[in-house]
């Protein structure tokens, strides 16, 4: 078993920046990637940020790049999302999860049906 707590969110003006973090306990953290996903009110759940566990190959939405850096700290257990250039539309619920499956060392898999375990969030407020 897996479990997946966020912290970090909160109210930030436009142009702002929030560090997220996702603390993981369980088993088999580090062999897995790690993704961070959103969701907004009447919105579907979207991909954010996906990180493999190495830390090799990262993979962005083109609506943060730029913008938003992901990482991790496998010793710690540990995945971060630093989010820079806040802006309105990044309002949402934050979410990270894990992979489901052991993929190759480059392959990430940016769709919410590919993740099985995923924290409670943590909502991201950007006013403007």
């Known amino acids: 078993q897996v479990q997946l707590v966020e912290s970090g969110g909160g109210l930030v003006q436009a142009g702002g920046s929030l560090r997220l973090s996702c603390a993981a306990s369980?088993?088999?953290?580090?062999?897995?990637?790690m993704g961070w996903f959103r969701q907004a009110p009447g919105k579907e759940r979207e991909f954010v940020a996906a990180?493999?566990?190495?830390?090799?190959?990262?993979r962005y939405a083109d609506s943060v790049k730029g913008r938003f850096t992901i990482s991790r700290d496998n010793a710690k257990n540990a995945v971060y999302l630093q989010m820079n250039s806040l802006k309105p539309e990044d309002t949402a619920v934050y979410y990270c999860?894990?992979?489901?499956?052991?993929?190759?060392?480059?392959?990430?898999?940016?769709?919410?049906?590919?993740?099985?375990?995923w924290g409670q969030g943590t909502q991201v407020t950007v006013s403007s």
């Open positions: 999860a894990r992979d489901s499956a052991i993929r190759g060392p480059e392959s990430i898999v940016p769709l919410t049906t590919e993740y099985d375990y």
């Open positions: 369980g088993r088999t953290f580090s062999r897995h990637a």
């Open positions: 990180i493999t566990w190495s830390g090799g190959s990262i």
